[in-house]
């Protein structure tokens, strides 16, 4: 009851149908563990509504049920949704008027539940016929791909997540989409999602949350699920998208892409792992320092005296990090025994050190780009995390900066705190960036 429909969970679109409904609380009643709903529920209280939860067993009959369930049932007029996901409603109807009309038993029913009324038709309940909801088939993975199609081009029936300033147009959460990238509506984005430049969204697409769109790609009449990454110059029409498996929604066709750099799972973050992952930095920082000060104290100078220390300021556009950021690096040229050394030992990044002491930046990251033309910097670089020694350091093989993009890209997906120290080794053992 988690997995989303237009980036709103399933359980959301029963609870507001109860709430439409004029329901004051609500039971869940499963019979296999709900631990996860009901740490996403909780009591209702975000909803306005009071959810409480039930443990039934697979074989209790409705009978069963209610007897189980009497004390809640007996509050008054009940409305009983079994076995079902997702209940069609449309938002500018009265389903009070609905619900006090309908006379006890199945008042709606569908392929794989139903919706039943317990109690009498309340005398004061309005004649005539009153528009009522319904019950979509929804047991294949080509009909939840419809419904989620039609629940999009009928966004006004629903209470659907995101801000909307126009029609059809639907925004997550920290979006960032590039100069230069085409939103085509309808278009549902989730949190937490970074578009680049030169790619083309829509019509008919659902971004899921937590998703990294590159250079060049198009997405239409597909869903994209949670932390999924889209590579640079895919196209991705009329499929369902997650993680790295590529699903043909009609014929049920899987294709599991083994390339990372085309698709794959962007692994959630964690506030805690992002504290753990930022110590072991500045602790592995703060070693650097100590064992280079020696090296530096000595060359330093004789660096100064030959006039082959310089700094550049280097710039980390926006949409690359969360906001512009300028950093000082140090440019030595290899020349003479002192030059050569200092690069060796990567005396040029010592000053730098520091600044992941105070975590301004990362010990292994992104490096910011050589070019000057920033907006060629800003198009290529997605989610950047600014530091010291770059992941494209630690291979020998890119030739330009396309190909460092596409190493940050790889390890910005892939590395955690372990591996960021085994690439800082091999980015310092790497005699590339000298």
Sequence with gaps: MLVTLCNKPFIEYLIDFAILSGSEALRIAS??????LENYCGNGSRWGITIDYAHILFEDDQERLLEKNRQFCSRG????????LFVAYDKKNDYRLWLRACPEGVAVSGTSGSITILGN??????PGPIPGPSLPMLLTIGEYYRLADDTLKNADRYILPGYSSEPDCFLGRNVVIQKGAEIRKPVMIGNNVQISAGSIIGPGAIIGSNIIIDRESVVSGSILMDNTFIGEQLEVK???ADGSL???????ATLQMEDPHLMSVIQPGASTKQIIRRLIHA???LALL????LPFLVLRPLLGLRRNWHTKKRLFPPGATAKKLTIEQVVIRPEGADGRLAIAL???RYPSLFKVLGGKLRLIGHRPAVSSDTSTISSGCIAMNPAVFGYAETEEWPENERDELMVDHYHLLHSGSLNDIGLLLKALLNKKHM
Excluded: Y
């Design 31 to 36: 019979d296999s563990p709900i631990t996860d």
């Design 77 to 84: 007029k009940t409305m009983l949704i079994e076995k079902t």
């Design 121 to 126: 038709k309340q005398e004061n309940a309005i």
């Design 238 to 240: 009329g499929r369902i």
């Design 246 to 252: 590529l699903i043909d929604p009609e014929s049920g």
């Design 283 to 285: 602790l592995a920082a």
């Design 290 to 293: 100590i064992v280079l000060a």
């Design 346 to 348: 990567s005396i040029d």
